[in-house]
Every structure is written in C-alpha cells, then in structure tokens.
C-alpha cells in the first residue's frame, strides 16, 4: 500500500488527489494521510468534498509502520542503534518524476504539479472534479445568490479570469517575486484584448479591496474589470467554480488558477501563465500544451 500526504490548499489537493487515481488505475492500493498537516490549528481546510469526493484514509499505525514513526519506546531505542526504516519517497524536484508512479509500499511526498502524472487518465479526472450540488447547502443562501450572480455574467460575455495572488507571495518574494509582476498582468491583459474584441475581466484574488484599486488606477472604471468578492477561504472553491466556467485565463504561478483554467475543457481555451513558477528553479512541467508564457518584464517568453 502507498499513502500519499495530504498537504496545501485546493489546488495542491487536487494534484494529489489527480495522482491518488492514476496509481489506483495501475491497480495500486492507495491512501491519504490527512493527519500529519491537517490536524495543525492552522491548517487549511480540505475541500475536496467540493466534488462530492471521498478517499481512503490511512490511520496513525498505517502511517507510523510506513514513516517508522512510532513514539514506543522499543521502536525509538532500535532507530537511536540502527537508524531510521522510513519508506518515504520524496518527489524529486518540481518537474514529472516517473518514479512516483513506480513506488510500491510508500510514504509519497510532494506536490505532483504537472499533467504529466495523470494525462493518460484525463477524463477521469475530469469527471472526479465536477463541482457537487453540496457546495449551495455549504456556501448559504446569500453567498450562492452572490455567485450565480457572477456566473450570469461569465456567461453571457467574453469572459476571461485574471488571477492575482499576494498575501503570502508577497512575503516570499525570494521564491515568488518578479514573477506576477504588473508588467506581466498588463501584456496578458494586451494579448487577450487583441485575441477576444470585447473581453471582459473577472479578477480573483486574496486582496479583492487592493485589485479593485489596481484595475481602477491601470484601466479607469469602463467596465471591463469585475473584481469577485465575498469569498472567504473556507469557500474557495466557489471562486474555482467561477474562473473554471470563464472562456478564458489568465492565471498566477498558482496551483489555484492552474487548476481553474484546467478545468474549462473548452478546446478554444486561450491559457496565459507566468514564464516561469518559482524564482530559481526550472519547472518546466507545470505548463500545458498551448499556454502562452510571459515574463515579468512584459514579453513573451521563447
């Protein structure tokens, strides 16, 4: 058996839920750890139920046996003389690593961010990430009025998500800055207006209140900008509901977006994402077929 450990929000959730179905389509028995993370006090919430969702869950033995975790002492006394017997297999980088998907009896951590791990089974997933009516009892009555407000509009128009992540990323700008850059916004915004006369903007974003001030200062109020608000955390999925259902993307180095403009299965899709991921590694694998990459300084990338 290998369990594979839960860990992040939404969008890392579902690549590891994404790999969970290809390693039961190789006929693996397969479990999650949700205890190790998710029972932290400041833990995110676990939102697959989203998609009507359950998975196997591995108990704290399952996971001791496989980690050599046990706190007995006769255990910890053997690892002090003999060291550790863990049978955990850490992905290797950020790119596809073949031999995930070859561990038997494993303890498998990692993101798993790339289409790569699950493309041979992309209808199934598919199928596995379409949104439950559970999510309208969940969200209530205000909030679900609220969103079928926004999803009226996507509909009914050249629609295209913008994904605008700060908070956290803004506070690692060693991994995460001169990336998303406004430089980067303002070509993509370019590029699809040249593409799609007409488009209008659904902005996404942890700071609402500064993106509507932003698309205010760059664009003026004429209308093309609509900034989701309302959404907290804990209903995040509702703003995954919104942006899957836009034409259109413009996405974030964010599991997030990735996994909103995934999910629109339109063929005519127009996909722009960062040049690159994360600020000195060579992620190469997270991009899909078609996207087109810019670079914090506004070009195109090669």
Same mark, same amino acid.
């Given at each position: ?122 209808? @199934? ?155 000195? @590694? ?21």
């Amino acid at each position: 058996m290998n369990i594979i450990r839960m860990t992040g929000g939404l969008g890392n959730q579902m690549f590891q839920y994404a790999l969970y179905l290809k390693l039961r389509s190789m006929g693996k028995e397969v479990k999650f750890d949700d205890i190790t993370e998710y029972g932290l006090a400041n833990a995110r919430p676990i939102m697959l139920w989203a998609f009507g969702i359950t998975y196997p869950r591995a108990d704290k033995a399952e996971i001791n046996e496989i980690t050599d975790g046990s706190r007995k002492l006769a255990h910890r006394i053997r690892r002090k003389l003999f060291g550790r017997r863990s049978r955990e297999y850490h992905e290797k980088d950020c790119n596809f690593d073949p031999q995930v998907l070859l561990q038997e009896d494993a303890y498998l951590t990692g993101y798993f961010q790339s289409e790569k791990y699950f493309k041979d089974i992309e209808q @199934q997933v598919r199928q596995a990430f379409a949104f439950s009516d559970g999510i309208w009892q969940r969200a209530g009555a205000g909030r679900k009025e609220k969103t079928e407000g926004y999803l009226l509009q996507i509909k009914n128009c050249e629609s295209v998500s913008l994904h605008i992540r700060r908070g956290d990323y803004l506070e690692m700008a060693s991994v995460y800055g001169g990336i998303c850059t406004e430089e980067y916004y303002q070509k993509a915004v370019t590029l699809m207006e040249e593409e799609l006369p007409g488009a209008k903007f659904f902005i996404f974003s942890n700071e609402p209140a500064w993106a509507k001030q932003w698309a205010s200062r760059i664009y003026g109020e004429d209308g093309r900008f609509t900034v989701i608000e309302g959404t907290t955390e804990d209903k995040g999925y509702l703003d995954m509901l919104l942006m899957s259902r836009c034409r259109h993307h413009i996405i974030a180095n964010s599991s997030f977006s990735w996994w909103g403009a995934w999910l629109n299965g339109s063929p005519g899709k127009k996909v722009i994402a960062p040049a690159l991921w994360l600020r000195g @590694q060579d992620y190469i694998d997270i991009f899909t077929e078609g996207m087109i990459r810019v670079n914090g300084e506004g070009r195109l990338a090669g």
